[in-house]
């Protein structure tokens, strides 16, 4: 079956690599793009949709027009910028997610990737090596909607038979577009001041353990778990997945090693400190591994080369 993927969100972290990666398999004409606003440098062969997920109509006329086989709805705000807007925040994460769970049923449209996140879990769930069932009671708006919206999804699977398939993604860490207002983004930041300015101040706490992922390991864990067969999906809410857990003074131990001059500080009273400890520290992805295979390529060592080395690349 020819496959057309339509990816809605397509401008941010996650979404700008995962159409560099769909468009290699695919092909870039059975690749639509779409998002809130135009992306900047849209090549000839990339076709993109301007659209707003919370416009239901708009939205219905591009599924009918494009005719998707699977959907990518990666449009929502995250938990640093949800703290200062939560109405905002729960309007376009859980009424995005509805308005396609709904046409896709109406359009028949069965095959959705919908990501979850690590915010998922809360103050009272185990800290590390916090397993996929365990007590969850996020407490910020992002992890709270996100939390509703995994278990929308196993609800249009189970009810329904959608298709629907989703990761609880740790912080991901990226060179080539930077993340949009997360907890996380310390990680991501830290690299590009290291580069700029020898030095980087960081919001987190230095102790402060966090999951996090390198964009490579996070658009092939994507692509493989949609790759896999349905029957094998024995997760329905989303997967836990366990990347790499470190604090703000590992990585910058490790950044040191690359750029001996680099200088951290941190700042105390950041909101997102509260966030981050209310999140794990580390992650049981025992479910991924056994269901669709899943093994982490990237360690820090390797990711923090790996960025330095591209970062610097692009600068040149
Ligand atoms: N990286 C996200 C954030 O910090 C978590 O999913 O909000």
Redesign the pocket.
Known sequence: MKETILIIGSNGQIGTELAIALRKKFGASSVITSDIRKPENLQSDEIFEQVNVLDKEGLKSLFVKHQPTQIYLLAAM???V?EQYPQKAWDLNMNGLLNVLDLCLVLGIKKVFW?????VFGPHSPKSDTPQHCIMDPN?I?GIS?LAGERLCEYYHTKYGLDIRSI?????ISWKTV?G?????YAVHIFFEALAKGQYSSFLSADTALPMMYMEDAVRATIQLMDAPSENITIRSSYNLAGVSFTPAMLAQEIKKILPNFEMSYIEGDP?QA??DS?PQSINDEYARKDWNWSLTFDLPTMTKDMIDNLKNKQA
């Open positions: 995250l938990s640093a949800g990501p979850s996140s690590i915010a910020s992002y996100k609880r993604y740790p912080g991901v993340p207002g997360g907890t996380t983004d997102r966030i981050a999140w």
